[in-house]
């Protein structure tokens, strides 16, 4: 079963997937796919171990297979099994194209991303294929935090738990595959805290972590604050209900959103405000990572979270313009003041308190 799990985005989840898998099974049933060369010296730099810090103490794991891809011998990869993909958003279908031609119906890939959309852009991807040709895809809502000190080092910052279910590109046929099932080896992997959930529940947790990012990704960027300090003044409060009802109102009108239990409740602005207050409370020390995107200069999610809701709402025909004005703030990538805040948002309160 050697080199049963390849991995794509070596970054924060990536590593974390790497290094919790190796621990349990074993490093020779994961093989690293490096989309750029550059990766190949940062590996040899790293002694080719994935090390990862967890409760102040650190373990490195050896034995990893790994290949490039685009090389004139990635054809070695083939085929491909299980796949973990664990770019950002924006970088998924590029990474998806990438490892293409290694993926038929007997591949499972697990997309790891935060925020939604990435299922749509994959129906456009595959839509001249045939369903036998089409991958087996699954997503993981991750609560893991992690971040990395250097290329293949990491801290497992915040345990959290992976949430796991199939999503509907092709029809799911029965897997015929050799390797043991993907999702089954990442449940028996005890410190990811992985569950496997149906469809419907895996589309309920989606929302609710939308509508958390939604709220406290771009927050915390307009206000250049930690999640703790979000919701002390009224400004705050205020922009959170306004986003809160245009989100809620996009999501309860989703199709896939029809069969939730309870989903007027479920999706009510005031239990949402409750869930949003709650994350932003137990990760209060946190910088977000829009906002340490925005402080990067590097890309954010924004068009997959608050940019997903507008595209649904557009859809759907919802008037979704204050999500609109945040995702232009948020594009625009530079940090804002109160008084900037209170001309693009002249329906929030000029009392400051
Ligand atoms: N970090 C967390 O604690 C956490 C928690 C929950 C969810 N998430 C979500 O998980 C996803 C991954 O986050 P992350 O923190 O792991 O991000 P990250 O550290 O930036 O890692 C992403 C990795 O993907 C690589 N990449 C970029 N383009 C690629 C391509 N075309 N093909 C293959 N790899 C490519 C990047 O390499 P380069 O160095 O070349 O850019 C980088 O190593 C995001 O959606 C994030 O919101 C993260």
């Known amino acids: 079963m050697a080199k049963a799990i390849h991995i794509l985005g070596v970054g924060n989840i990536g ?3 790497a290094h919790r898998l190796a621990e349990s099974h074993g490093a020779d049933m994961v093989n690293l796919l490096f989309h750029r060369h550059s990766l190949i010296r940062e590996w040899d730099e790293a002694d080719r171990k994935i090390e990862l810090v967890s409760n102040g103490i650190p373990n490195a794991q050896k034995g990893y297979g790994f ?4 090389h004139p011998n990635d054809h070695d990869i083939n085929p491909i099994n299980n796949l973990i993909i664990a770019t950002k958003a924006t970088n998924t279908i590029a990474a998806v194209r990438a490892v293409r031609r290694h993926l038929t119906s007997q591949s499972t890939v697990l997309l790891c991303q935060n925020g939604m959309g990435i299922t749509d852009e994959l129906e456009v991807l595959f839509r001249d294929v045939a369903p036998e040709y ?9 609560s893991h935090g992690v971040f990395s000190t250097s290329p293949f080092r990491a801290v497992h910052a915040g345990n959290g738990m992976v949430i796991m279910g199939s999503i509907g590109i092709a029809p799911q046929t029965d897997s015929t595959s050799p390797t043991v099932s993907l999702s089954e080896l990442l449940c028996h992997t005890p410190a990811l805290a992985a569950v496997r959930v149906s469809t419907l529940q895996l589309v309920q947790a989606q929302l609710e972590k939308l509508v958390v990012n939604a709220i406290i990704n771009p927050l915390t960027v307009l206000f250049n604050c930690r999640n703790g300090q979000l919701f002390s003044n009224s400004q705050q409060a205020d922009l959170m209900h306004l986003l809160l009802e245009e989100i809620c109102e996009v999501l309860k009108a989703l199709p896939e959103a029809q069969r939730i239990p309870r989903k007027e409740e479920t999706f009510s602005v005031s239990r949402m405000k409750e869930v949003v207050m709650g994350v932003a409370d137990r990760t209060g020390r946190n910088t977000s990572s829009m906002l340490q995107d925005i402080r990067s200069k590097r890309t954010t999610e924004i068009d997959y ?5 507008v595209r649904k709402g557009a859809e759907l025909g919802i008037n979704c313009g204050i999500n609109e004005r945040v995702v232009g703030v948020v594009k625009a990538a530079r940090l804002v003041d109160m008084e900037e805040i209170l001309k693009l948002f002249p329906e929030l309160s000029r009392d400051l308190d």
């Open 134 to 142: 089409i991958p087996k895809f699954m997503v993981a809502i991750v």
């Open 15 to 17: 590593l974390l997937f």
């Open 67 to 70: 290949q490039l891809l685009g």
């Open 305 to 309: 979270i608050n940019g997903y809701v």
